[in-house]
C-alpha cells in the first residue's frame, strides 16, 4: 500500500507510506506515525483519515509520549484500487484542539491564497469551507473527538 500526502501550498506531494496502518474500512484511516523531519514539540502521532467526512484528526503526543493537542487538517480522500494508493489531499484550513477543549482555526489565509492563485477551484473552496464549518460544530457541541477514534485508540 502507498500512502501520499498532497499539499498545495506548499506545492508538494510526500509519500508517508512508513506510517502504520493500524485500522481500515470504508469510512476511516487510522494510521501511527513518527514526524517526517526530526521535531523538538513532536514525538509521535495516531491520525484518523475520516474518508467520507474530509476530514484528518490527528492526535499529537511530545517525546515523552504526553498527548500535546488534537490537529485536525480538512482534506478529501481519494483511493486508487488498481494501485492501491491513497491520497490524502489538504485543503488547507486546519483546528487545533487542545486538551482543555479550546480550539483554534488556522490557514483560512492560504485556503484564499490557494484560491486566488487557482491552485484550488471554487467548489474545493466552498467543500473545505462546508466541512470546517462542519467539525467546529461538532467542536462546540462536544462531539469530539469522534467515538470511533475513540474506539480504535482503546484498542491499540
Known amino acids: 500500500m502507498k500512502l501520499y500526502r498532497k499539499r498545495f501550498i506548499p506545492e ?20 501511527k506515525w513518527l514526524p517526517i523531519h526530526e521535531r523538538d514539540d513532536i514525538g509521535r502521532g495516531i491520525s484518523f483519515t475520516m474518508k467520507n467526512e474530509g476530514i484528518r484528526i490527528s492526535k499529537f503526543f511530545d517525546a515523552d509520549g504526553k498527548f500535546i493537542y488534537w490537529y485536525c487538517d480538512i482534506v478529501d480522500y481519494e483511493y486508487n484500487k488498481e494501485t492501491e494508493e491513497h491520497f490524502i489531499i489538504d485543503l488547507l484550513a486546519d483546528v487545533i484542539v487542545y486538551p482543555n477543549g479550546k480550539y483554534e482555526v488556522l490557514d483560512l489565509d492560504e485556503l484564499a491564497e490557494a ?37 480504535i485508540m482503546e484498542e491499540l
Do not use: H, W
Not at 508538494?12 to 494510521?31: K, R
Not at 486566488?116 to 469551507?129: G, N
Open 115 to 151: 484560491y486566488q492563485q487557482k491552485l484550488i477551484t471554487i467548489e474545493m473552496l466552498c467543500k473545505a469551507l462546508k466541512r470546517l464549518n462542519k467539525l467546529l460544530q461538532k467542536i462546540k457541541l462536544g462531539d469530539f473527538p469522534p467515538e470511533i477514534c475513540k474506539k
Open 12 to 31: 508538494e506531494i510526500v509519500d508517508i507510506s512508513n506510517d502504520e496502518v493500524v485500522y481500515e474500512d470504508d469510512e476511516i484511516l487510522a494510521t
